[in-house]
C-alpha cells in the first residue's frame, strides 16, 4: 500500500535494510540461493523497503529484477516474471545490447510457447536459463510485491529456482501481506516448503516504534510535533507508516477529522471479515482497552468455539492484537471510523451490555470503565456512583491526574439531564460543592494550575460553599503554585484577618505564608511566620502538616541566618515527620525545602543534588510527578551545573520536561535549563526560555524575577549587548526584597562585568550613575554578608572577589592578584565555570602588562580545558581569541587538551577522550547519518543545541567535516 506523500523519508528500517543486504547479496555465494519474505500488515512500508533495498543492490552491482503480482488468481501465469522483464527491457540503452538481446530472446519464448505433457517441467528448465543469459554473471536478484496473489506458475518456478535446480547465482525479496494469508491459501504450503532451506528467512516487518513515529511524521509536517500532537498519531497509527503518513498530512494541511483515504481501507478490511469477527471487532472498539475475553463473551453473546474462531480472524487480519490482559485494536483509527458505522442505538446497547457485565462482577479497578459505559449508555445517574469511586479510587493511590479527570467527568454528569430507567424523580442527589471541591484539589495536585483556580470561584458561588477563610488559604495556595506570587501572599493575609478563621486554618495560613515568604527569599519574615505558625499548631490536635511546613521554613531561616547545623536538623526532623505522616504534598515539600537549601546558600552541592534526585524519585511515587518531582529535578540540575556536570543536568532536565509542567513548576524548570543554553552559548533557546519564564511569572516575587534578570543580563554579554544587559541588572536592583545576599551577589557581578564588557569593546559608553550605585550595593551586599553563617559568606565572598575584579578592569589597569583571588576562591567552592572566567581574565591582565607570559599560557590552556569540557561555547571561543591574539598554543608539549599527559591518558578511544558524555552521545548519532534534527529528536534537544554541540565536537576534534569525524568515532569506539 503506497501513500502518496511521495517525500516521506524511510525511518526506522535502517536494520531492516542491512539485514536484507547482508542475506541477499554479501552471503550468497557464486551458483547459491537466498531468499527472504517480508510479511507484514497492509501499509506497514514492505513495498518502500524492497523499492530502497532494490535499489541499494542495483548500486552495488547486482541485477534486479523488480515485479508484482496481480489480484487476478492464476488468470496471468508468471506474470511478476514478465512485468520484471519488460520494465528492465525498457530501460535497458544501446551500450547494453547483449543483455537486451537475451532479455527480448527470454520474452520471445514466452510469447511462443505451447502446452504439451511436459511443458512445465521443460518451461521451468528454459526460464532458468534465459536468466542465466540475462545475468551475465552478475548477482541476479528478483523483487517481487504483493506475493499473496501470486500465480501457480510462480509459485512453482520460485520452488525451482530456490532449491538450486537452476545453476543460477540468485536471490528473491518477496513481500506478503501477511492478513491475506488466511485458511488453505496456497502461498502458506509454498513458503512452508521453502522455510526448509537454509537460505530462506521470513522476517515479519513491525511497525514503528514510537519515536521513529513522531520522527516520519515530523519529516512530513516540516517541524516538530507538540507532545499531544505526537502522542495522538502514535495511538491512532498504532506505528502503522502509511497511516501516519496520511495522519501527517492532514496536520499540514489543517484538516480535520479522518481521511476518506483511511476510512476506506480500515472498513474494507474489516468488511472482509466474517460476521462474527466483524461483531467481535465492533465490540472492542466500543470497549474500554484491553478487553478481556470473559468481558468480550459475555458482550458479544457468543458461544465459546465462534467468539474464539472470531477473535482468531480478526487476530489475522491484523485487526485485533492479543496478550494476557485481553484484546486491543491493532490501530485506534479503527475505533474512530466505526464509531460512524454503528447506529445511535447500536452504539448505546453495546455500552449497556459492557455496564451490565462488569457490574455483575463488582470490582474497585472497575470503576472507571463502569462510569464511562454506563455515562454512554444514557444512563447518568448509574455513571455519577461510579465516577466518584474512581476518583476515589485514583486519589488513595496517588493517581492525581486520573483522580481530576473523573472528577470532571463526575461534574459533567451531575449537570446532565437525569434521564434512564434508574431515575425515578427526574434529578440526581449530588453535592456540587462537594464535587467541585474535589474536582479543585486534584487539579492542584496534578498541576493544572489554571483550572484547579476557576473550579474554586464557581466553589465560591455554588450552595454549601466553604467559609470565607479556607477559600482564601485554598486560592492563596492555588495561586502560589501558578507562579503568582504576589496575590497569593495576599490572599493568605486576608485568611489570617477574616473572622471565621479557625484555630487550625489560622496555623495553616500561617504555615504556608511561612513557606511563600521562604520562595521569595524573605527569610527573616518566613522565620516569624513560621514560629506564628508553630504556636497556633501547638493548640490543635494532628496539625502534622502545619508543623511540616512551618519547621521547614524555619529550618531554612535558622540555617541560612543563624546556625546551619541547627536548621538542617530541624528540617531532616521535619522530612522524617512527613514520612511517618505519609501525606503526600508535606513529603515532597520536606524534600524540596532541603535540597534548595543545600545546593543554593549552603552549597553543599554534592548532597543536594542526591536529596533532589531522591526527593524526585520518592514524589513521583506518590503521584506528584507534574508538580514537586519537576522542582526537585530542576534543583538538581542547577546543583549539577554548578559542579560541571552539564551533560548530565541537560539529561535530567529533558526528562523533567516530559512532565510537561506549568506555572511555578515550569518558571524553576525553565530557569534551570536557561543556565545551561547561556552557558552553551545557545541563544535562541535561551531567550525562548526567558520569555516564557516572564510570561508565567507575572510579577512573581523575587525568588524568580532576580534569576530572571541575572540570566538575561549574562545572555545579553554574550550577544554583545551591554545596555540590555545594564537594563536588566538595574531593574533587578529595583524590584529586590530578597535576604538571599547570595543571588543579590551574582546580579551586581553581572552588572559590573556589563559596564567592564563595555569598557572594554568601546560599542556602549560606561554608566558612571550605574557603576556608582553597583558599587554601593556591593558594599551592602558585604556588610550583610559579615553577619550572615560561614557557608552563605563563602559563597558572597566569591562573588564580590569578582564583583573587586570587574572594577580593577573597569578602572583601566585589570588586577592579576584580585582575578587570582577570585580563581582561588572558586576553585575553593568547586564551581569550575566563574574559575574558567577568572582564569580568563588573569591571563588578560598578565598579557596586557607583558609580563609572565608562561604563566598567561598556562592558565588560559587550564581555562581552555574546563570550557570545553563544561561545553562553554562562548567562554571557549573567547579563550581562543585571546590566545589566537596573544600566540598563545592551547596544547602544551606532551599534553593534551585535557592537561593530562599521554601516559595519563585512557588507553582506548584516546581520540575522544577530550568530549563529554553528551558530545560522544551526538557523536554516536552524526556517525549513524542522521541530521541535528533527527539528533535532537532522540536525545530531546533543540536542533539548534544539536549544531552548538557539533561545532564544539569538530573543534576538540580539529575536523571540518561530519565525516571526518564520524571517521574519529569509528576508529576509536569500543569493540
Excluded at 214 to 224: F, S
Excluded at 637 to 663: D, I, Y
Aim: aromatic residues 4%.
Amino acid at each position: 500500500m503506497a501513500s502518496d506523500v511521495d517525500t516521506a523519508p524511510l525511518v526506522g528500517r535502517a536494520g531492516q535494510v542491512a539485514t536484507l543486504r547482508s542475506a541477499l547479496l554479501d552471503d550468497v555465494g557464486p551458483g547459491q540461493t537466498a531468499a527472504v519474505f517480508l510479511t507484514g500488515e497492509s501499509g506497514v512500508g514492505k513495498t518502500r523497503l524492497l523499492r530502497e533495498v532494490g535499489d541499494g543492490l542495483r548500486a552495488a552491482g547486482a541485477l534486479v529484477l523488480t515485479g508484482a503480482c496481480l489480484d487476478i488468481g492464476d488468470a496471468s501465469p508468471l506474470h511478476p516474471l514478465l512485468q520484471a522483464l519488460r520494465r528492465f527491457d525498457a530501460d535497458l540503452t544501446a551500450s547494453h545490447a547483449r543483455t537486451a538481446s537475451a532479455v527480448r530472446g527470454l520474452l520471445q519464448m514466452f510469447a511462443e510457447e505451447t502446452g504439451g505433457p511436459d511443458g512445465a517441467g521443460a518451461l521451468l528448465e528454459r526460464v532458468s536459463r534465459g536468466l542465466h543469459l540475462v545475468a551475465q554473471g552478475r548477482p541476479l536478484v528478483l523483487v517481487l510485491d504483493d506475493l499473496q496473489w501470486v500465480d501457480r506458475s510462480t509459485r512453482q518456478l520460485l520452488l525451482y529456482l530456490l532449491a538450486g535446480l537452476g545453476d543460477l547465482q540468485l536471490s528473491v525479496l518477496a513481500a506478503v501481506r501477511a492478513e491475506s494469508l488466511q485458511g488453505a491459501h496456497p502461498l502458506r504450503r509454498v513458503l512452508t516448503e521453502l522455510r526448509r532451506l537454509r537460505s530462506v528467512r521470513v522476517l515479519d516487518l513491525a511497525p514503528l516504534g514510537r519515536a521513529d513515529t513522531e520522527r516520519l511524521a515530523a519529516e512530513i509536517v516540516g517541524g516538530p510535533l507538540g507532545a499531544e500532537t505526537a502522542e495522538s498519531v502514535w495511538q491512532r497509527s498504532g506505528g502503522n507508516p502509511f497511516v501516519v503518513e496520511e495522519l501527517a498530512r492532514d496536520l499540514r494541511e489543517g484538516r480535520d477529522g479522518l481521511s476518506d483515504t483511511l476510512r476506506e481501507v480500515f472498513l474494507a478490511r474489516v468488511d472482509a471479515l466474517p460476521e462474527p469477527a466483524h461483531a467481535v471487532v465492533h465490540a472492542v472498539a466500543v470497549g474500554v482497552e484491553p478487553v478481556a475475553h470473559w468481558l468480550l463473551a459475555e458482550v458479544t453473546r457468543l458461544p465459546e468455539e465462534e467468539l474464539i474462531d472470531a477473535v482468531r480472524a480478526a487476530v489475522a487480519h491484523r485487526l485485533l492484537v492479543g496478550d494476557d490482559d485481553g484484546y486491543r485494536l491493532r490501530h485506534r483509527l479503527v475505533a474512530e471510523v466505526l464509531a460512524h458505522e454503528l447506529l445511535p442505538a447500536e452504539r448505546s446497547a453495546l455500552h449497556r451490555r459492557y455496564a451490565e457485565a462488569l457490574t455483575s462482577v463488582p470490582a474497585e479497578l472497575h470503576q472507571a470503565r463502569l462510569a464511562h459505559h454506563w455515562r454512554l449508555a444514557g444512563e447518568p445517574a448509574r455513571a455519577l456512583p461510579a465516577a466518584v469511586a474512581a476518583a476515589g479510587e485514583a486519589e488513595r493511590l496517588h493517581g492525581y491526574a486520573e483522580a481530576h479527570r473523573h472528577w470532571s467527568v463526575a461534574l459533567q454528569l451531575a449537570d446532565a439531564p437525569a434521564t434512564g430507567t434508574s431515575v425515578v424523580d427526574g434529578s440526581l442527589d449530588v453535592d456540587r460543592a462537594d464535587l467541585l471541591r474535589h474536582a479543585a484539589e486534584a487539579a492542584h495536585h496534578c498541576g493544572e494550575h489554571a483550572r484547579a483556580l476557576a473550579l474554586l470561584e464557581e466553589l465560591a458561588t455554588a450552595d454549601g460553599a466553604p467559609p470565607v477563610c479556607a477559600l482564601h488559604i485554598r486560592r492563596a495556595r492555588y495561586l502560589a503554585a501558578a507562579g503568582r506570587s504576589a496575590p497569593a501572599e495576599a490572599e493568605y493575609r486576608r485568611a489570617l484577618a477574616a473572622a471565621d478563621c479557625t484555630s487550625r486554618e489560622r496555623a495553616a495560613a500561617a504555615a504556608h505564608l511561612a513557606e511563600l515568604l521562604l520562595h521569595l527569599g524573605r527569610y527573616a519574615d518566613a522565620g516569624d511566620r513560621a514560629r506564628e505558625a508553630l504556636e497556633l499548631a501547638a493548640e490543635v490536635d494532628g496539625s502534622v502538616s502545619e508543623v511540616v511546613l512551618a519547621s521547614m521554613a524555619l529550618g531554612f531561616s535558622e540555617a541560612y541566618l543563624e546556625d546551619p547545623d541547627a536548621g538542617l536538623a530541624v528540617m531532616r526532623e521535619a522530612l522524617a515527620t512527613a514520612e511517618r505522616s505519609g501525606r503526600p504534598e508535606d513529603v515532597a515539600c520536606a524534600y524540596l525545602h532541603l535540597a534548595e537549601l543545600l545546593t543554593g546558600p549552603l552549597n553543599i552541592l554534592e548532597e543536594g543534588v542526591v536529596v533532589a534526585r531522591r526527593g524526585a524519585e520518592r514524589v513521583a511515587e506518590l503521584g506528584l510527578g507534574r508538580t514537586y518531582e519537576t522542582r526537585l529535578l530542576a534543583i538538581a540540575t542547577n546543583g549539577l551545573f554548578r559542579v560541571g556536570q552539564w551533560a548530565e543536568a541537560e539529561k535530567v532536565v529533558a526528562a523533567a520536561l516530559r512532565h510537561r509542567p506549568s506555572g511555578a513548576d515550569a518558571v524553576e524548570l525553565l530557569l534551570a535549563r536557561c543556565r545551561l543554553w547561556v552557558g552553551y552559548g545557545d541563544i535562541e533557546a535561551a531567550d525562548r526560555d526567558l520569555e516564557a519564564v516572564a510570561t508565567v511569572l507575572a510579577g512573581g516575587g523575587a525568588r524568580h524575577v532576580i534569576p530572571l534578570l541575572t540570566l538575561r543580563a549574562g545572555l545579553a554579554m554574550w550577544q554583545g549587548r551591554h545596555d540590555l544587559a545594564r537594563q536588566a541588572v538595574q531593574r533587578g536592583l529595583t524590584e529586590s526584597r530578597s535576604d538571599d545576599v547570595g543571588i543579590l551577589a551574582a546580579l551586581v557581578w553581572h552588572g559590573l562585568r556589563a559596564e567592564a564588557e563595555a569598557y572594554a569593546s568601546r560599542t556602549v559608553p560606561v554608566d558612571r550613575t550605574a557603576v556608582r550605585r553597583l558599587r554601593e550595593v556591593a558594599e551592602r551586599v558585604a556588610r550583610k554578608s559579615e553577619h550572615a553563617v560561614r557557608s552563605v559568606r563563602d559563597v558572597v565572598d566569591g562573588f564580590l572577589a569578582l564583583c573587586d575584579a570587574e572594577l580593577s578592569r573597569l578602572d583601566g589597569n585589570s588586577d592579576p592578584a584580585l582575578w587570582a583571588r577570585s580563581v582561588t576562591e572558586w576553585e575553593r567552592r568547586h564551581h569550575p565555570y566563574p574559575a574558567a572566567y577568572s582564569r580568563l581574565r588573569q591571563a588578560e591582565a598578565l598579557l596586557a602588562r607583558r609580563s609572565r607570559t608562561a604563566t598567561a599560557g598556562k592558565l588560559l590552556r587550564q581555562a581552555y580545558q574546563v570550557a570545553q569540557g563544561l561545553g562553554a561555547v562562548p567562554l571557549s571561543t573567547e579563550i581562543r581569541t585571546l590566545a589566537s591574539r596573544a600566540r598563545v598554543p592551547l596544547e602544551a608539549h606532551g599534553t593534551s587538551v585535557e592537561g593530562r599527559s599521554p601516559a595519563d591518558a585512557e588507553p582506548a578511544g584516546t581520540e575522544l577522550a577530550a568530549l563529554t558524555a553528551r558530545e560522544r552521545e551526538v557523536l554516536a548519532a552524526v556517525a549513524e547519518g542522521l541530521t541535528n534534527k533527527e539528533i535532537g529528536q532522540r536525545l530531546f534537544i533543540s536542533e539548534r543545541t544539536i549544531g552548538v554541540h557539533v561545532s564544539h565536537i569538530f573543534d576538540k576534534l580539529q575536523v571540518r567535516t561530519r565525516v571526518q569525524a564520524s571517521a574519529i568515532f569509528l576508529r576509536n569506539r569500543p569493540e
